[in-house]
């Protein structure tokens, strides 16, 4: 079925460090949502995006949609341990279907 | 204040013996979903309702129903648990379509072990 990739699987940073983590469709989609889950929680929303190039900044953190609705990523500029947990991107085939990509860790030492 | 709200947070069953996990919301949103996350994988959807409407996943089990009495409450029933469905189930609600912008809302989770 159709598929969010995400990537990278991991990320091990140190405090202070950026983080980039990417997502990529073959098919054009009509938003992309971005989640967090700490370790032992559950995805709480971040931010959604729908239009073609759209750029959205939240504090430290950037969100992109490419130009041909396809791609995505999420940046953190100067990590702090906050930081730590997973970050999904997800978006909507059909109406109500979402697909999760696989999902990025971090990891930040102090 | 909770808006969606899982029950039990944690549930023991034994190997093929009937279980049902329970989500209720206070957002009156008219859809309901069920996810099934296991360790350090991504959320897989189960099904969702969109008000009394049913939409299974086409490699969702028949081993999973959904129910949904009323507008605050949809139930999970696994018929016959195997150890493969240990698991994360989440429960999550959303205004509208997801297609047209609606974000949705997660409940803590119920987790699954199955003896």
């Known amino acids: 079925g159709q598929q969010v990739m995400q990537i990278p699987q991991y990320q091990h940073v140190q405090e202070g460090e950026d983080f980039t983590t990417y997502c990529n469709s073959s098919?054009?989609?009509?938003?992309i949502q971005w989640y967090k889950q700490r370790p032992g929680g559950h995805p709480v929303f971040l931010i959604q995006l729908v239009k073609s190039g759209e750029v959205k900044k939240q504090k430290r953190l950037t969100f992109q949609f490419g130009e041909a609705k396809k791609n995505s990523s999420l940046h953190i500029t100067a990590t702090q341990t906050t930081d730590v947990g997973t970050y999904f991107c997800?978006?909507?085939?059909?109406?109500?279907?979402?697909?999760f990509g696989a999902g990025t860790r971090l990891t930040v030492k102090p | 204040d909770a808006m969606v709200i899982q029950n039990p947070r944690y549930q023991v069953t034994q190997f093929g013996k009937p279980v049902t996990l329970s989500c209720s919301q206070t957002l009156n949103h008219n859809v309901m979903y069920w996810y099934q996350q296991k360790s350090s994988q991504a959320p897989k959807l189960l099904f969702h309702y969109y008000d009394k409407d049913f939409n299974n996943e086409a490699d969702t089990p028949d081993n999973f129903q959904s129910r949904r009495p009323n507008t605050s409450f949809c139930f999970l029933d696994i018929r016959s648990p195997g150890l493969g469905d240990a698991a994360m189930y989440l429960c999550?609600?959303?205004?509208?379509?997801?297609?047209?912008?609606?974000?949705?809302?997660f409940g803590p989770g119920t987790r699954l072990t199955v003896t």
């Open positions: 999550a609600t959303s205004r509208d379509s997801l297609a047209r912008g609606d974000e949705q809302y």
């Open positions: 997800a978006a909507p085939y059909n109406n109500n279907d979402m697909r």
């Open positions: 098919t054009t989609l009509s938003n």
